[in-house]
Structure formats: structure tokens, C-alpha cells
């Protein structure tokens, strides 16, 4: 089946310091890639959806000056979380949807990148 | 407005007892509905969807339109069963999943 994966798996850093996780369809290309951030017990909300080679596009109330999405190829986006504070700690998780295809409507999913801000 | 209804945090049943796990949504159009699972220390993955009318590990799911649900039920519940269920909803057109907030389905042997 199709496998999304993220880098890192988790991480710690100051708080001011940027981050950046990659997410990656290793064995399929994806037109259309998903960012979600989960709380603890909680469900996923939709941050951003990212294009190859267009701007994403925010959900509302998501800031898209701290939260940079770059969609460079059809196997990578990246979410760049700048100057990071306390609470932008969470689980950020994306989603790679299939070009084409008998899956044509199904998102796979990564494993998901803890992030906590000092 | 799009939204999905899951009314259970919590769900605890016997191995071998029937379970529902219920879904309700918003949504003025045709959507696509969903079930997805969270195994424990695993990603999220697709267990079934409505459009494909099929049964994945005994689970079947039927989208009722009068009653905007979409339950997920299994006649006899396994041990393995035991996970994070979410439902979710695509809107006609649409590329994003709406997600409801998860039941916690635990089966006890």
C-alpha cells in the first residue's frame, strides 16, 4: 500500500526557534498533501491543504505566517512552524492523496511529528 | 456547514458482543463518509468507506441519508477490534476530510 512518512518523529526545542518537519509519499506521487494537528484525546483538525506547486491554502484561524507550507514536488511537503512557542506544542500529521488512481478519494497517513516547545 | 457527530468518547463492550459505533453529520449535499482507525502506537488508516459497500474485518458501515448517519457496526467484536475509530466526511468536491471526534473502542475478553 502507499506509505507516507515524517521527519522527524518528535522533537524538542526552544521556544523563538524555528521547525521544520518533512512529510514524504515514498512510493507514490501525490498532487494534494494534508496537514492536521491533533491535541491530546483529541480529534485531528485540518491546518492546511497543499498543492504541488501552489500556495496552500489555511483553514481559518490557522496562521500562515507561523505555520509555512512549501509543496515542492509531487513526494514532499514540508511545514515550517516559526518562532515556536509553548502552545504550538502537538501532534502534526499530515496526508498524501493519491494523483489519480482507484484511490482516487483516500488520504494516507503519516505517523505523525511530536513537537514540544521549551 | 460540515460537521461530524461521533456522541461516544467511550465504548466498552465484551468479545464476541455486537457494537455500533455511531456517526452523525452536517451536510447539505451528497458527501463521502468515512470510517478511519487508530490502532494503538499506529497511524491512522482507512478501515472502510460508503461509496465501496464493502465489509473490511467484519465492520460494515451504511450511510443513511434520512437519518444523516453513517454507524459502524461489527456482529461479533474481536480483542484486536480494540482501537480509536474516527469518522469522517468529505464534502461534494472537496478535497478535505472533515473529522468527528473519535470513540475510544475497547473490547474486554
Known amino acids: 500500500g502507499a506509505v507516507v512518512s515524517q521527519h522527524p518523529s518528535w522533537v524538542i526545542c526552544k521556544s523563538g526557534t524555528s521547525v521544520k518537519i518533512e512529510c514524504r509519499s515514498l512510493?507514490?506521487?501525490?498532487?494534494?498533501m494534508f496537514w492536521y494537528r491533533q491535541f491530546p484525546k483529541q480529534s485531528l483538525m485540518l491546518m492546511a491543504t497543499?498543492?504541488?506547486?501552489?500556495?496552500?491554502?489555511?483553514e481559518q484561524g490557522v496562521e500562515k505566517d507561523k505555520f509555512l507550507i512549501n509543496h515542492a514536488s509531487l513526494t514532499l511537503s514540508t511545514l515550517t512552524v516559526t518562532s515556536a512557542h509553548p502552545e504550538d506544542s502537538s501532534f502534526y500529521i499530515c496526508?498524501?492523496?493519491?494523483?489519480?488512481?482507484?484511490?482516487?478519494?483516500?488520504?494516507?497517513f503519516g505517523p505523525g511529528t511530536r513537537l514540544t516547545v521549551l | 456547514a460540515q460537521r461530524v457527530t461521533q456522541p461516544e468518547k467511550l465504548l466498552s463492550v465484551f468479545k464476541g458482543a455486537p457494537v455500533e459505533l455511531k456517526c452523525n453529520y452536517s451536510?447539505?449535499?451528497?458527501?463521502?463518509l468515512f470510517w478511519y482507525v487508530q490502532y494503538s502506537r499506529q497511524r491512522l488508516q482507512l478501515l472502510l468507506r460508503?461509496?465501496s459497500r464493502e465489509s473490511i474485518k467484519g465492520f460494515t458501515a451504511d450511510l443513511n441519508k434520512g437519518e444523516t448517519s453513517f454507524h459502524l457496526k461489527k456482529p461479533f467484536a474481536q480483542e484486536e477490534d480494540s482501537a480509536m475509530y474516527y469518522c469522517?466526511?468529505?464534502?461534494?468536491?472537496?478535497?478535505?476530510?472533515?473529522f468527528g471526534q473519535g470513540t475510544r473502542l475497547t473490547i474486554n475478553p
Open positions: 496526508s498524501a492523496r493519491l494523483a489519480g488512481g482507484p484511490g482516487l478519494h483516500e488520504q494516507f
Open positions: 512510493d507514490f506521487q501525490a498532487t494534494t
Open positions: 497543499s498543492n504541488e506547486g501552489s500556495k496552500a491554502t489555511y
Open positions: 451536510y447539505s449535499g451528497s458527501p463521502e
Open positions: 460508503h461509496i
Open positions: 469522517a466526511l468529505k464534502g461534494q468536491g472537496a478535497q478535505k476530510l472533515v
